[in-house]
């Protein structure tokens, strides 16, 4: 705000080389007469304009009849008093002069006028003034004699007002640091141009605004809080504004402004409140009393919060090699015994991560194994073989996991005549811890030597059974034709009608064709060809290869080539996934493997592609990263490492800032919306 003031003048003249008064009340400048120069003394009492912005300055002037007439331009040349005061004792008027201030021309002769003053003279005397000096000096060292005995510019002036105005100098703030953490202190200095200035301080952070001190003179101290960070809850840096206000007696005069940068301290990260696991798989903890491996799958629940106005972006659970997403979902089965570690990741709006971990006991568990079944007809204590004997005896070895004690394991004999549909229990073997061994274990039930009998026996645990069946056959005759005549066996008794049957090895003269159940040819290569079958090299295959497994069925490469132990294997799993991979040698040790997981093994898309390396038999996971991740690509990969545009400008070292900020860091970049 501008103010306008006015002040008259008192004034004197005196001579160059005398430091007496030779006018007591009006201010001249060079000379009547040649013997002598004039010195006007022009002292505007009560001005004190120190550390003022002054923006104009116009003089008053009533000139007296003096020196050449109104129709004459003259030049004003304005000086620095070295003394301020209209009378200083024992100072000749040369004495009083200082530095050359600027000149300006007018008609001075009985008149009164007022002028503007501009230039290098208004701001040379606004700077003169504004040093606090109240007196000036008409000086010209080097007059020019007119044709009528007085100098052209001589001059006299009876009366002076000069009007200044001027407005209060503004404080500039400025800051100790311009980038720094919330929760530190950073002083802030007002950079007063007035000694009685006063200021208020304030802050401004997005939509967050604050005030800081009042009735600052040249500094004061500010701590931003931390609770700032939830104005840029997904960035971990923003640029933010100090006013200064500045008050002289009492008046608001300006509001200056400077620039900051507030980042989210590292200690601000979202934090991990609770990660709840249970049983997935109804009745395996109530019974075993813990998790059972390739039985027990996990039920997650994790509850995470950001920190000061973040929001939880991301969740990354590891567990058994297998990573999931989400705060909840249920794992595969686990498929490693032991002390797994969970690890629990979460990622915060702005980037920032917690983690935590937790250990799962889990208890080993295989499923039943059955080594090896035989039965064989024998004599009827059971102690040696006999191939028309109507007792069996049979051997077996198997065995099953304790899990901890709490597995039951159970073992079964059964027979049936072929024909049969329902099985008959012969005997139970039990187990001595979990295994099951049975050597020459006769059967209570009698076997007609005239019949063929199917034996099967059935391993059996709380989760799994497996089961193998063997045939015995009649007692070994020459000859021997069906009851009704309608059959024949050789080597063996007859058992069905329509039929011939054999017990020994057939060997034919000529080969049996096609359309009656043989090959039609002597050879493997011949019989390929007869059945349409494809051989190892040279032929093509039309249709659908199937290959059925157990666990993982594969299809296995072996170049041979200069004795290279390279393979390259085909594998689908049991748990859902398919893979591609190259091995080193038939170890597998060595290998690299492209592995992709259905939606019910893996369901984030995350993890739904890997790429997985074994290197001296320890196993390593790679994300291959695609279109369909749900959790951002990092900035080591080439990505990001973020989900919307503002973090991402933060990862990337791209500040956002609502106004252009006057300082920052060197090498940054600024983004200003327009």
């Known amino acids: 705000m501008a103010t306008t003031v006015s002040y008259s003048a008192s004034m004197r003249t005196r001579k160059t080389n005398s430091a007496s008064n030779a006018k007591s009340s009006a201010a001249s400048q060079e000379y009547y007469e040649n013997t002598y120069n004039y010195v006007g003394i022009v002292h505007f009492a009560g001005m004190a304009l120190s550390g003022k912005v002054i923006t104009g300055i116009s003089l008053r002037i009533v000139a007296a009849q003096a020196g050449y007439g109104t129709g004459h331009t003259k030049t004003v040349y304005v ?94 703030p400025s800051l100790s640091k311009t980038s720094f953490d919330m929760g530190t202190a950073v002083t802030i200095y007002t950079n007063r141009q007035s000694s009685i200035a006063t200021h208020t301080i304030r802050y401004s952070f997005f939509s967050a605004n604050g005030t800081i001190a009042t009735g600052v003179t040249t500094s004061c101290t500010w701590t931003p809080p931390v609770s700032l960070a939830a104005q840029i809850p997904n960035a971990t840096s923003g640029w933010g504004t100090i ?31 609770s990660v709840s696991i249970a ?45 999931y997403s989400g705060s909840s979902f249920t794992t595969n089965a686990l498929n490693t015994a032991g002390n797994l570690t969970m690890t629990v990741t979460v990622t915060d709006s702005r980037g ?42 049979i051997s077996a070895k198997a065995s099953g996991s304790s899990v901890g004690g709490k597995n039951t394991l159970a073992c079964t004999v059964y027979y049936k005549l072929p024909s049969a549909e329902s099985w008959v229990s012969a005997v139970t073997l039990a187990p001595s811890n979990y295994v099951i061994a049975a050597t020459n274990r006769l059967l209570s039930p009698t076997f007609n030597a005239l019949s063929s009998y199917d034996i099967k026996i059935r391993v059996q645990d709380v989760f799994y059974y497996i089961e193998q069946t063997v045939s015995i056959g009649t007692k070994q ?4 034709f069906y009851k009704d005549g309608s059959g024949i066996a050789f080597g063996k008794v007859a058992e069905n009608a329509g039929k011939v049957e054999f017990g020994w090895p057939l060997l034919l003269s000529e080969p049996l064709g096609v359309d009656q159940g043989g090959t039609g040819a002597e050879t493997a290569s011949a019989a390929c060809t007869k059945l349409g079958a494809v051989k190892k090299t040279g032929d093509t295959m039309t249709g659908n290869l199937t290959i059925s497994g157990y666990l993982y069925p594969s299809l296995y490469l072996l170049p041979t ?3 290279t132990t390279n393979r390259t294997v085909f594998e689908g799993s049991y748990v859902g ?85 006057s300082s920052g860091t060197d090498g940054q970049i600024c983004l200003v919306p327009v």
């Open 79 to 172: 000086r620095k008093a070295n003394y301020q005061s209209a009378s200083q004792s024992g100072i000749t008027g040369l004495g009083y002069c200082g530095d050359a201030l600027g000149t300006f021309t007018g008609a001075f002769y009985g008149n009164t006028s007022t002028y503007t003053l501009s230039g290098d003279l208004l701001n040379n005397l606004a700077a003169y003034i504004a040093e606090g000096n109240n007196t000036i000096c008409l000086y010209n060292p080097s007059p020019v004699k007119s044709s009528q005995g007085y100098s052209t510019n001589y001059l006299q002036w009876s009366e002076c007002t000069i009007t200044v105005t001027y407005e209060e100098a503004a404080s500039k």
């Open 243 to 273: 006013l200064c206000d500045t008050y002289v007696n009492g008046n608001l005069v300006s509001t200056n402004t400077c620039a900051f940068q507030l980042t989210v301290p590292a200690s601000v990260v979202p934090s991990i409140s």
């Open 279 to 323: 049983e997935a798989t109804s009745g395996v903890a109530d019974r075993f009393g813990g998790y059972v491996r390739t039985r027990s799958k996990l039920s997650v629940s994790i509850t995470a919060t950001g920190a000061q106005g973040s929001s939880i972006s991301a969740y990354r659970t590891s567990i058994d090699s297998v990573t």
């Open 352 to 393: 920032r991560t917690a983690s935590t971990t937790r250990t799962v006991t889990v208890l080993d568990y295989s499923p039943p194994s059955l080594s090896m079944f035989t039965a064989e007809r024998c004599n009827a204590d059971g102690t040696a073989a006999q191939t028309d004997g109507t007792k069996v005896r």
């Open 477 to 480: 005759v020459m000859l021997d």
């Open 561 to 563: 080539y200069n004795s």
């Open 577 to 661: 996934a398919s893979s591609f991979s190259s091995w080193e040698d038939g170890t597998g040790n060595n290998r690299r493997m492209l592995e992709v997981r259905n939606a019910a093994y893996q369901a984030s898309l995350d993890f739904a592609v890997l790429l997985r390396t074994c290197t001296g038999g320890t196993w390593a996971s790679y994300r291959l990263f695609h279109a369909g991740m749900a959790t951002p690509i990092p900035l080591a990969n080439g990505g990001t490492g973020a989900s919307s545009a503002k973090a991402a400008l933060s990862n990337l070292g791209i500040f956002y800032s609502a106004s252009l900020p």
